[in-house]
Structure formats: structure tokens, C-alpha cells
């Protein structure tokens, strides 16, 4: 397997000095960084051609797979960072959870959580238990070169519903009815799941990816008072744990417009913003003090390049209001989606957000 060449603008000397890290931390960079959510596999050809006979959690678990995975969208769309090949179960699956991810569905357990007896059998995790995590992050550190790699964990809210609800739920009626009914199991739960989602940043970072993001599927389900008592508590544990390892921490929701500020606050130099809402006005409710990425709908890549441009070139100069802007999408990339389109964006993002050196 050879190398990639990773295309580097800016020139930086190593991850903690490139363009997508300067962002995050409301540096000056020469042009706007730009990633997508799930850049790695979903759309792309060679994705599918090496996962044809290999299962989500396999690959996910196999080093020389992740690291393949990982690099292809740096290599084809030129993107200012690699996002971590995972999945927000594959931590959960380590601590030995009866789990699997079904075609079409998603992440399903077989055996919910939703007594005391069930956490009890939901141990901590350790470094020790994903040895291959270590291993594909030092491969990709060493392959990317200067190209940050941005570890990925998921929230303990989006965890909790998966283990409760046994799969995905659009509705999130047994996870809220434990959350009010028996708030100490709740708390208790997302606690451990705090644990282990922490453990799964570090072990990350120690290996040496330059950010972490901590993703929140389904937080946007919750009302903003729900979310301050069962929830924030929790990622802000999460990214506490991280708040020593001298790397940009990322923290982005779903539908989650109405608790911006309160994910902000939690710990987070960059607050993600999902398509429903413009970066100035997520600048607006979060102070201006955060870095913002975002924000472009996943959707609006099916539509015709001139109505994409001009979009594109919208969200560049929403993020000018800001201390600090990735450009990325507002969720992740639709399976349909056209890898060459992903490549014009970035060159166009790029482009017209140069700064004269």
C-alpha cells in the first residue's frame, strides 16, 4: 500500500500547525480549511470495492483497512484533514456489547439497557482493549504527514439511546421515559458512557491525531432544559478529559440549533452547526467566542454547480463573522453523492477564501 500524496496548501510543518488546527484555535490561516463528515467511505468507488465482502465493524476494527479508508479522501479531494474511519459503536463493541450494524438500519444491540443489571454488565473501557485503535491512528499519523487527523468519539446521549432503544429510534420514547422515570440509572449510564467515550479521544489522541470530535446524533431530539439536566453534564465530562491533550476539540449535534451555546460551553473550541442554521446566526447565539464549522446541506450537492457555487460562496463569507470557520457539511455525506462534486468544492472553498500572504 503506498503512501498518499496529501495536497498542503499552506505548507505546514507538522498537524499542530495546519490550516484546520490554526482555525480552530482563531489563528490567521491563508485560505478556509475544509473536511466533510463521513469524507471517508459513503460515496466513494474504492470504498466500496475494498468494504464489498468485509462488514462495517470488521473494517473498523482492522488497521490496515481503517488507515486505506481513512486516506482515500485526502487523496482524492484534497481536504485539510482526515476524519478517523469509525463508528460510534465500535467502542461499546469493545467493552464486549452483543451488537451489530445492519444494512439499511444501523447500529442494533441485542440486549437493551434499561435496568440496573444492565449497566452493571457495561464495564469500562481500557486502552488495553483496542490495541488496533493505536495502531491504525500511528499508521494514519505517519502516512498524513503534516495533515491533521481528527479523532472521532459519540456523545454520551446518542450512546444511551442506541443502548436503550436497542437500535435507532425516531421518537426516543424509552430513552426519554428512562432519562425522567428513573433519573439516577440515567445519569449512571451516561456517566460510564462518558468513561468510555473519553478513553476512546485518548487513546486517539495519544497516538497522535491532531482534534477530536465529539458527535451527538440525536441530541437535537431533546428540549433545551432536558438537555442542560440529563445530558450536558456528560459531554462536557467527555471533553473535559481531553482538555489537557493540547488539541482542538470539536463538538457538533443534529437538529441541535436551539442548544448551541449550551454545546459550546461544554468544552468545545469549535461548535458544529448543522444546515438548519446560518453561521451567523450560530456565531450570534454562541457569542462569538467559538471557532464555528459548517455548514453546507449535504443535499445541495445533487443540485446544479451554480446554484452549489453560490451557496458555497455564501457560507465562506457567513464564516468571516466568525472567530474562526472550517468549512464542512451541515451533516454527513449522502451515500448518492458525486465524489468529483466534493472535490470542486474544495477547490472552490479554497479559492475563494485565499487570503493575500
Same mark, same amino acid.
Given at each position: 500500500m503506498t503512501s498518499p500524496t496529501v495536497p498542503s496548501p499552506s505548507s505546514p510543518s507538522s498537524p499542530s500547525d495546519s490550516v484546520l488546527v490554526r482555525a480552530a484555535r482563531q489563528q490567521p490561516v491563508p485560505h478556509t480549511p475544509v473536511w466533510f463528515m463521513r469524507q471517508a467511505g459513503r460515496s466513494l468507488p474504492e470504498y466500496r470495492?475494498?468494504?464489498?465482502?468485509? +462488514? *462495517?465493524l470488521?473494517?473498523?476494527?482492522?488497521p490496515e483497512l481503517v488507515t486505506e479508508i481513512t486516506l482515500q479522501p485526502v487523496r482524492r479531494h484534497g481536504v485539510d484533514a482526515a476524519i478517523f474511519f469509525?463508528?460510534?459503536v465500535v467502542p461499546l463493541m469493545a467493552v464486549g456489547l452483543d451488537l451489530d450494524i445492519v444494512a439499511g438500519v444501523g447500529p442494533v444491540i441485542a440486549e #437493551?439497557? &434499561?435496568t440496573r443489571a444492565d449497566l452493571d454488565?457495561? #464495564?469500562?473501557l481500557t486502552a488495553d482493549a483496542i490495541p488496533d485503535i493505536t495502531e491504525s491512528v &500511528?499508521?494514519?499519523?505517519?502516512?498524513? +504527514?503534516p495533515t491533521p487527523l481528527i479523532g472521532f468519539a459519540g456523545a454520551p446521549f446518542t450512546l444511551a439511546s442506541y443502548l436503550v432503544e436497542g437500535g435507532p429510534s425516531k421518537n426516543h420514547e424509552r430513552t426519554k421515559a428512562l *432519562?425522567?422515570?428513573? #433519573?439516577?440509572?440515567w445519569s449512571d449510564l451516561c456517566a460510564r458512557l462518558a468513561q468510555i467515550s473519553a478513553t476512546f479521544l485518548?487513546?486517539?489522541?495519544?497516538? +497522535?491525531? +491532531?482534534a477530536v470530535q465529539l458527535f451527538d446524533s440525536w441530541a437535537g431530539h431533546l428540549s433545551r432544559a432536558d438537555y442542560l439536566r440529563h445530558v450536558e453534564p456528560h459531554s462536557r465530562a467527555v471533553l473535559s478529559e481531553v482538555a489537557g491533550l493540547g488539541v482542538p476539540r470539536i463538538h457538533f449535534g443534529v437538529g441541535t440549533g436551539e442548544l448551541l451555546a449550551p454545546m459550546a460551553d461544554a468544552g468545545a473550541e469549535v461548535i458544529g452547526v448543522d444546515y438548519r442554521v446560518s453561521l451567523t446566526d450560530a456565531v450570534e447565539r454562541t457569542g462569538g467566542r467559538y471557532a464555528v464549522q459548517g455548514n453546507l446541506d449535504p443535499a445541495l450537492l445533487f443540485a446544479p454547480w451554480e446554484a452549489l457555487e453560490r451557496r458555497v460562496r455564501e457560507i465562506v463569507e457567513e464564516g468571516r463573522s466568525a472567530p474562526g470557520h472550517i468549512f464542512n457539511l451541515g451533516h454527513g455525506v449522502l451515500p448518492a453523492t458525486d465524489p468529483e462534486v466534493l472535490t470542486r468544492v474544495v477547490s472552490l472553498v479554497h479559492e475563494v477564501s485565499a487570503r493575500p500572504e
Open positions: 470495492a475494498l468494504r464489498a465482502d468485509v +462488514g *462495517m470488521e473494517s473498523c476494527r482492522t469509525s463508528d460510534i #437493551p439497557v &434499561r454488565r457495561l #464495564p469500562e &500511528r499508521r494514519l499519523v505517519a502516512a498524513l +504527514g *432519562m425522567h422515570g428513573d #433519573p439516577e440509572l485518548r487513546v486517539q489522541v495519544e497516538a +497522535g491525531a +491532531g
